[in-house]
């Protein structure tokens, strides 16, 4: 439905839907063989569409180390899935003593969305190691009926 309101035209497919997640210490910690949903599937015929995700490191008291832990990235349905968003490195997030923020946008060219697949948030090649801050993703994402 296409509504129009002054100079703004109210279309729901058009619609940026927002959702806050928070990913604790045990989640980064196993983040790699197990990514954390960020919005759910959104069910037969439809697709997300992520616009973007803003991620806040609320620094507890012991960093993460790192080691091979890669970048971290929003895929589709899991860590092996399609790429929907940019990338960040843990190094310079996650290994950091203060409060820290980044933002993931989405993949402009490359994205191939996935039907009734939900977005999750991944690290590329391995877990960190201790640490103990969550951090807070703020998500922006659309909806589409594909009418396949």
Known sequence: MVRAQGNVIE????????????ITAAQILALFATPV?????????????????????DYGTVV?????????QVKYTDGSGAAASTTV????????????VRVLDKLEATTTP???AALVLTLAT????GGDSPIHAKIGYRVHATGL
């Open 11 to 22: 279309d729901a497919a058009r619609r940026v839907e927002y959702k806050a997640v928070t």
């Open 89 to 100: 490195a843990a190094t310079g997030l996650l290994d950091q003593a203060s409060d820290q």
């Open 37 to 57: 949903e960020l919005v759910p599937a959104p069910g037969a015929g439809r697709v997300l569409e992520l616009v973007s995700v803003l991620l806040a490191l």
């Open 126 to 129: 391995a877990s960190p190691t």
């Open 64 to 72: 993460y180390t790192i080691g091979t832990a890669g970048n971290i």
């Open 114 to 116: 996935v039907v009734n």
